[in-house]
Protein backbone atom coordinates (compact mmCIF):
# COMPACT_ATOMS: atom_id res chain seq x y z
CA UNK A 1 0.00 0.00 0.00
CA UNK A 2 1.34 3.43 -1.36
CA UNK A 3 1.89 6.01 1.43
CA UNK A 4 3.17 8.93 2.70
CA UNK A 5 3.05 10.05 6.29
CA UNK A 6 4.21 13.97 7.38
CA UNK A 7 5.03 14.84 10.64
CA UNK A 8 6.52 17.39 12.57
CA UNK A 9 3.65 20.56 12.74
CA UNK A 10 2.84 22.44 15.34
CA UNK A 11 2.46 25.75 16.85
CA UNK A 12 5.00 28.50 16.99
CA UNK A 13 5.01 31.88 17.58
CA UNK A 14 6.40 34.23 14.51
CA UNK A 15 10.59 34.15 13.83
CA UNK A 16 10.55 30.29 15.02
CA UNK A 17 11.04 27.04 13.31
CA UNK A 18 9.79 23.54 12.55
CA UNK A 19 10.78 20.55 10.31
CA UNK A 20 8.31 18.38 9.02
CA UNK A 21 8.86 15.26 7.60
CA UNK A 22 7.64 12.85 5.22
CA UNK A 23 7.97 9.39 5.06
CA UNK A 24 7.35 7.39 2.12
CA UNK A 25 6.09 3.57 1.94
CA UNK A 26 4.94 1.01 -0.45
CA UNK A 27 6.31 2.57 -3.47
CA UNK A 28 7.93 0.71 -6.18
CA UNK A 29 12.10 1.32 -6.24
CA UNK A 30 12.28 4.26 -8.50
CA UNK A 31 12.97 7.74 -9.03
CA UNK A 32 10.79 9.85 -7.15
CA UNK A 33 10.00 13.66 -6.93
CA UNK A 34 8.99 15.17 -3.98
CA UNK A 35 7.12 18.13 -2.85
CA UNK A 36 6.00 19.87 -0.08
CA UNK A 37 2.62 21.43 -0.91
CA UNK A 38 0.29 24.05 1.68
CA UNK A 39 -3.43 24.75 1.90
CA UNK A 40 -4.66 27.49 4.05
CA UNK A 41 -8.36 28.10 4.73
CA UNK A 42 -10.52 30.00 2.00
CA UNK A 43 -7.20 29.51 -0.28
CA UNK A 44 -6.30 27.68 -3.05
CA UNK A 45 -3.34 25.23 -2.73
CA UNK A 46 0.31 26.22 -2.93
CA UNK A 47 3.14 24.54 -3.76
CA UNK A 48 5.82 24.98 -1.55
CA UNK A 49 9.11 23.37 -2.15
CA UNK A 50 9.83 20.34 -4.72
CA UNK A 51 13.26 18.31 -4.73
CA UNK A 52 14.07 16.03 -7.46
CA UNK A 53 15.23 12.00 -7.25
CA UNK A 54 18.90 13.96 -7.80
CA UNK A 55 18.41 16.73 -5.27
CA UNK A 56 17.35 19.59 -7.28
CA UNK A 57 15.36 21.78 -5.51
CA UNK A 58 12.99 24.39 -6.51
CA UNK A 59 11.08 26.98 -4.27
CA UNK A 60 7.93 29.46 -3.74
CA UNK A 61 9.27 33.05 -3.62
CA UNK A 62 7.39 33.47 -0.41
CA UNK A 63 9.39 31.04 1.38
CA UNK A 64 12.83 31.23 -0.96
CA UNK A 65 15.53 31.88 1.98
CA UNK A 66 13.83 30.60 4.96
CA UNK A 67 12.87 27.00 4.37
CA UNK A 68 14.85 24.34 3.19
CA UNK A 69 14.09 21.04 1.26
CA UNK A 70 15.92 17.88 1.55
CA UNK A 71 15.59 13.88 1.21
CA UNK A 72 17.17 11.02 2.82
CA UNK A 73 16.68 8.28 -0.12
CA UNK A 74 18.03 5.51 1.96
CA UNK A 75 15.11 6.15 4.47
CA UNK A 76 12.87 6.85 1.61
CA UNK A 77 12.20 10.39 4.02
CA UNK A 78 12.35 14.08 3.31
CA UNK A 79 12.10 16.95 5.11
CA UNK A 80 11.08 20.54 5.30
CA UNK A 81 12.82 22.79 7.54
CA UNK A 82 11.31 26.33 7.85
CA UNK A 83 13.18 29.24 9.23
CA UNK A 84 11.76 32.66 10.18
CA UNK A 85 8.45 31.28 10.42
CA UNK A 86 5.59 33.94 9.49
CA UNK A 87 1.75 33.78 10.40
CA UNK A 88 1.03 34.02 6.76
CA UNK A 89 2.70 30.57 6.80
CA UNK A 90 0.14 28.99 8.71
CA UNK A 91 -1.84 25.77 6.66
CA UNK A 92 -2.18 22.66 6.54
CA UNK A 93 1.01 21.12 4.66
CA UNK A 94 1.16 17.81 2.10
CA UNK A 95 4.05 16.05 1.35
CA UNK A 96 3.34 14.26 -2.38
CA UNK A 97 5.32 12.04 -4.84
CA UNK A 98 6.13 12.21 -7.76
CA UNK A 99 6.70 8.39 -9.83
CA UNK A 100 8.30 10.11 -13.11
CA UNK A 101 10.73 12.64 -11.33
CA UNK A 102 9.41 14.97 -13.37
CA UNK A 103 9.44 17.67 -11.06
CA UNK A 104 6.07 19.50 -11.80
CA UNK A 105 2.82 20.25 -9.86
CA UNK A 106 0.85 18.16 -12.60
CA UNK A 107 3.15 15.10 -11.99
CA UNK A 108 1.95 14.68 -8.36
CA UNK A 109 -0.47 11.99 -7.85
CA UNK A 110 0.35 10.65 -4.39
CA UNK A 111 -0.71 12.51 -1.45
CA UNK A 112 -0.03 12.29 2.55
CA UNK A 113 -3.01 13.66 4.62
CA UNK A 114 -1.43 16.52 5.68
CA UNK A 115 0.49 17.68 8.73
CA UNK A 116 -0.88 21.32 10.33
CA UNK A 117 1.39 24.42 10.78
CA UNK A 118 0.28 27.36 12.91
CA UNK A 119 2.24 30.76 13.58
CA UNK A 120 1.20 33.16 15.93
CA UNK A 121 1.85 36.70 15.69
Known amino acids: QVQLVESGGGSVEAGGSLRLSCVRS????????MGWFRQAPGKMRERVARISDGGRTEYADSVKGRFTVSRDNTKNTFFLQMNILKPEDSAMYYCAADPRNLCVDSAFTSWGQGTQVTVSS
Open 26 to 33: GFRPGRYC
